[in-house]
């Protein structure tokens, strides 16, 4: 079994990162030794790391943390840092699962493409629905669980 690592977008939304890292290690006994959080330089993650710590910590396991800032609304960068950071995970022999609930539709756009450009893989492409207006603000655990499909993309694509 390789070593885990999992990339999330920050997005606007702390409790959406958080529910879907929540989700990953719930539902699919997902355990990384590596979480990276690529945000904003402006936005705040205190409170987003010590989530991510209070999680694992009830799943047994304490991963190493870092964020990776880029410049307000650099999508390019966004998809540059990513495509280094899973270039350095492969060439470790990591397994990678990308969080992209949380980030904004152009970043993960020129994430996507950037890998694809590439030619790098992920092992998850992990999305957290919740199809109804006005998300709650609250804890995974707190929202219903019918109704906050945990997707892996790459899965549902084959592969």
């Avoid at 047994?60 to 990513?82: H, I, L, Q």
């Avoid at 495509?83 to 990678?96: N, P, Q």
């Avoid at 970043?107 to 790098?120: H, N, T």
Wanted: hydrophobic residues 45%; glycine residues 10%.
């Amino acid at each position: 079994m390789r070593v885990q690592a999992y990339i999330s977008l920050a997005g606007r939304s702390g409790w959406a990162l958080l529910n879907t890292y929540h989700a990953v290690l719930r539902e699919r006994g997902y355990r990384p030794a590596l979480v990276h959080l690529v945000a904003w330089e402006e936005s705040s993650v205190g409170p987003v790391l010590e989530g991510i710590r209070l999680i694992s910590k009830r799943y047994g396991f304490s991963p190493e943390v870092s964020v990776v800032r880029v410049a307000e609304g650099d999508y390019a960068a966004a998809g540059e840092e990513v495509t280094g950071l899973v270039r350095f995970l492969i060439a470790g022999g990591f397994e990678i699962a990308l969080d992209i609930t949380p980030g904004r539709k152009a970043a993960i756009v020129s994430v996507c493409l950037d890998l694809a450009a590439a030619d790098l893989r992920v092992d998850h492409i992990y999305y957290l629905g919740l199809p109804i207006p006005d998300p709650p603000a609250m804890p995974y655990l707190l929202i219903p669980l019918h109704i906050q499909p945990l997707r892996d993309l790459v899965e549902e694509g084959g592969g």
